[in-house]
Nanobody, 125 residues
Framework: QVQLVESGGGLVQAGNSLRLSCTASGLTFSSYSMGWFRQAPGKEREFVAAITGRGNVYNFADSVKGRFTISRDNAENTVYLQMNSLNPEDTAVYYC??????????????????WGQGTQVTVSS
């Protein structure tokens, strides 16, 4: 079956960086667009970033533009989220997701077919 496993979360001070990874199995990775979402306590899940199957088209939430980058290694079935200049508002559980719409970077969760279990990111002030 399809599995998405996130890693790389943790506790960091504001201004520092983290890189999240999400490794997929059970699917043809390059045939899926990949997205990152996050959910803070008491809030809805929100879009962070997405990348198409070939890795040539990206999309970012306004709140992370210029600070976060997304990339993928199709040979390793892994998508990355590099997070720089973190601030306490970035604190959330971060989820990766896979969408069968390989050429599109959707921003809504319902467009994604598979989800990981999430990894906690906590940014202290």
């Amino acid at each position: 079956q399809v599995q998405l496993v996130e890693s790389g979360g943790g506790l960091v001070q504001a201004g520092n960086s983290l890189r999240l990874s999400c490794t997929a199995s059970g699917l043809t990775f390059s045939s899926y667009s990949m997205g990152w979402f996050r959910q803070a306590p008491g809030k809805e899940r929100e879009f962070v970033a997405a990348i198409t199957g070939r890795g040539n088209v990206y999309n970012f939430a306004d709140s992370v533009k210029g600070r976060f980058t997304i990339s993928r290694d199709n040979a390793e079935n892994t998508v990355y989220l590099q997070m720089n200049s973190l601030n306490p508002e970035d604190t959330a559980v971060y989820y990766c997701a896979a969408s069968m719409a390989v050429y599109t970077t959707f921003t809504t969760p319902k467009r994604y077919n598979y989800w990981g279990q999430g990894t906690q990111v906590t940014v202290s002030s």
